[in-house]
């Protein structure tokens, strides 16, 4: 709508109305109303096809046509149109009616004055806006403008009863981002919607115009595909699907990779209910999630128990904390130089009652993705300064200890106090706590991961950067946190004897970690012949097969009674 002018078309065939209308609008003065005029519901739908207009008044008594199916030509033609009935007093029914039908309002001839008809006008345009705002909202995703989970829904419903005439099939696709909560977690939400805004446009391009894409919420997406004649034309759109998401997305000006995980379930003539099509997809995507994540899976019933086991995990991680099940391991780090102990690092372990000790990887992404790593995150730093301190009641020197932290605990707003607190509580030494965070922590939101990281400095704790080189490796910024070391990742040391461009970047990162004061550990030393090579190179410290694999609490303390009895000094396995 133009604020200066309102297009009003009048549909009106008595020319005394006509005229006094056009007197009514013509006292504006606030807007200038231009008011066309036509004497049939046909001229009207003539001019709708060629021009636009703000505001229609309806008489409903017409010479081509009667009450409210003049309404309903004009709706079918024009739906966003504001439409104001102007009607007889003895057919106001028909005028409520007509509102109830979808008209914006109605006025009854006679009794209108030039500011009641320039209002109706008025709030028939306003009313119309709001209108069609909710009814976006209503049925699409504001952020991706896909539709929503209600016009989802509706659609599979629809697609669903078109199937048991057509023959076809359909395929309902369950798509999900995988990893999208890290995105969030490391590079921030504005980037996270940036993510699911690109990810729709991809996801546009590579099914036809008339399937319906929908963002569930988060992360989720659906796709319905109608007439699928064969499985595997599915599964080709799905592999394409696979494809296009693994090429990289430039977000806060960086390249990120992330993939995306389907789950797909195939309809045939009415064999399943929506709810259980949509279930049937949804397994099938837990199924590819579970399969290593950037693959698709069609449903089959054996997938039942996957879930059923999935979910008694996630049970049973949640008592876990409570029964005690979790333990830490601790792996020698060793100064190379030297070659005496000098740290060790907690690493996480379940004794699960059935299925025995559980390594890690097998259960952090679920605690992850159920927000079960904070309040375990800080039982594994309790339990960890807790041990040096036992240890160091024990007899033994204080023990420097490094745990690992996640990115959901690096972004909680209380780390630094949850930090301070339990170094009040245990007694542990702060110069003796070392941190162990990821690249993948440094890239979102940069003033405050320096603000959260300077916290934790402050307390006096180290800050140790884990796995370098693994991520986006960014040598340029590593000089604006206040790193104590760095540790190079495993895949890299592997190679320091036999892989000359790993020498050779191993070689770098020491000598750059040094020029801004950070020590450096190579992680993963397994092989007696790795060590000389790695002092050559200056490294400072190493972790290892080779020293040792992470061992319970009470072995160690057995390993560093001896160890420290011959001067600290460490004994390494000979080829
Ligand atoms: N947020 C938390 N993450 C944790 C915690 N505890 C562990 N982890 C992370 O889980 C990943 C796997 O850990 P794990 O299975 O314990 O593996 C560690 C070592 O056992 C392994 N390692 C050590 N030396 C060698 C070796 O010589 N060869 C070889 N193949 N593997 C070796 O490396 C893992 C140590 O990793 P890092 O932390 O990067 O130093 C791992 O990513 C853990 O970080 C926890 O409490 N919280």
Redesign the pocket.
């Known amino acids: 709508m133009n604020n200066e002018q309102i297009k009003v078309l009048l549909v009106e065939d008595n020319q005394v109305d006509l005229r006094f209308v056009h007197e009514m609008l013509s006292e504006s003065r606030r807007e200038k109303f231009v008011l066309r005029y036509v004497d049939r519901l046909q001229h009207a739908l003539d001019l709708l096809i060629k021009e636009q207009f703000d505001v229609m008044l309806l008489d409903l008594q017409l010479p081509d046509a009667y009450g409210l199916s003049a309404l309903i030509g004009v709706q079918a033609l024009a739906p966003n149109l504001p439409i104001v009935v102007r009607s007889e007093v003895n057919d106001e029914q028909l005028a409520i009616d007509a509102v109830h039908s979808g008209a914006q309002d109605y006025i009854v001839k006679g009794e209108e004055s030039s500011p009641l008809l320039m209002k109706a006008l008025r709030y028939a345009i306003e009313r119309k806006r709001i209108e069609q705002s909710l009814a976006y909202f209503a049925h699409y995703d504001p952020l991706t403008d896909l539709p929503n989970r209600e016009l989802f829904r509706e659609r599979l419903n629809r697609a669903q009863e078109r199937t048991k005439r057509s023959g076809y099939m359909i395929a309902l696709m369950f798509l999900d981002l995988d990893h999208f909560k890290d995105i969030n977690d490391t590079l921030g939400h504005d980037a996270g919607d940036q993510l699911l805004k690109f990810a729709a446009q991809r996801l546009k391009h590579c099914v036809r115009t008339e399937d319906t894409i929908a963002r569930l919420g988060g992360d989720e997406f659906t796709i319905i595909l109608e007439q699928i004649e064969h499985k595997k034309d599915a599964a080709h759109i799905a592999q394409k699907i696979v494809d296009e998401m693994s090429k990289p997305f430039l977000l806060n000006d960086k390249d990120v990779f992330v993939t995306m995980s389907i789950g797909i379930a195939m309809y045939t003539e009415g064999d399943q209910s929506s709810e259980e099509l949509i279930k049937h997809a949804d397994m099938a995507l837990y199924a590819a999630k579970a399969k290593g994540r950037s693959n698709y899976q069609f449903f089959e019933a054996k997938m039942n128990t996957l879930i059923t086991e999935r979910m008694a995990m996630v049970k049973n991680l949640k008592l876990a904390l409570e029964r005690n099940e979790f333990v830490l391991h601790y ?1 020698p780090q060793v100064d190379l130089s030297i070659n005496q102990l000098v740290g060790v ?4 372990r379940w004794q699960h009652p059935e299925m025995g000790l559980m ?3 097998n259960f ?1 992404p679920l605690l992850e993705e159920t927000g079960l ?1 904070i309040p375990v ?1 800080e039982w ?1 730093l309790h339990t960890a300064c807790q041990q040096s301190c036992i240890w160091l009641d024990a007899g033994l020197p204080r023990i420097r200890i490094s ?4 990115a959901k605990q690096f972004r909680q707003l209380q780390l630094a106090n949850t930090v301070k607190k339990t170094l009040d509580e245990t007694g542990m030494d702060p110069e003796h706590l070392h941190l ?1 965070v990821t690249e993948s922590f440094l890239l979102s939101n940069v003033a405050e991961t320096i603000f959260i990281l300077n916290e934790l400095n402050d307390l006096g704790v180290h800050i140790s950067l ?2 370098f080189g693994t991520g986006y490796s960014s040598l340029n910024y590593l000089h604006r946190y206040p790193f104590a070391s760095l ?1 190079i990742d ?1 895949s890299f040391v592997k190679g320091v004897t036999c892989n000359s461009k790993s020498a050779a970047i191993i070689s770098a990162i020491i000598s750059l970690a040094h020029n801004l004061g950070l020590k450096v550990v190579a ?4 092989y007696h012949e790795q060590l000389p090579a790695l002092l050559n190179m200056k490294c400072d410290e190493a ?4 020293f040792g ?2 061992l319970s609490s009470a072995t160690c303390e057995t390993m560093f009674k001896n160890i420290f009895k011959q001067n600290s000094k460490f004994y390494i396995r000979k080829p």
């Not at 745990?403 to 996640?406: C, D, E, G, R, Y």
């Not at 992680?523 to 397994?526: A, C, I, L, R, S």
């Open positions: 792996q690092e907690a690493l996480l390594q890690p990887n952090i790593i995150g594994v745990v690992n932290l996640s162990e884990d796995d540790k495993q992680e993963g030393v397994e972790q290892g097969y080779i694999v992470p």
